[in-house]
């Protein structure tokens, strides 16, 4: 499972934060959060955690983003 980079990145806009906005509300550096964004890398349990309370996301969003085989940088199942 990857993480839906797309999905993750219009919530965040829709929330009108910046990746500045959204690390430092969740605790790690900014260049970590790009990192993770572009590279489709998997964010710790904590992080998504908090990434989910900062986004007040639903339990069907969450999954959707976090667990997510649409991403397209996903590899092939």
Same mark, same amino acid.
């Given at each position: ?5 797309? /999905?993750? &990145?219009? &919530?965040? /806009?829709? %929330?009108?934060?910046?990746? /500045?906005?959204?690390?430092? %509300?969740? +605790? ?6 790009y &990192?993770?964004? !572009? ?7 904590? !992080? /998504? ?5 900062? *986004? +007040? *996301? ?10 997510? &085989?649409?991403?397209?940088?996903? !590899?092939?199942?």
């Open positions: 499972m990857c993480v839906d980079t797309s /999905a993750l &990145r219009k &919530r965040i /806009a829709d %929330k009108g934060l910046s990746i /500045a906005d959204i690390s430092g %509300k969740i +605790g790690i550096d900014q260049s970590t959060f &990192r993770k964004l !572009e590279a489709g890398e998997k964010f710790s349990i904590g !992080e /998504a955690h908090r990434i989910v309370a900062v *986004l +007040g *996301l639903s339990d069907k969003d969450a999954m959707h983003i976090f667990l997510s &085989r649409n991403s397209h940088k996903c !590899e092939s199942a």
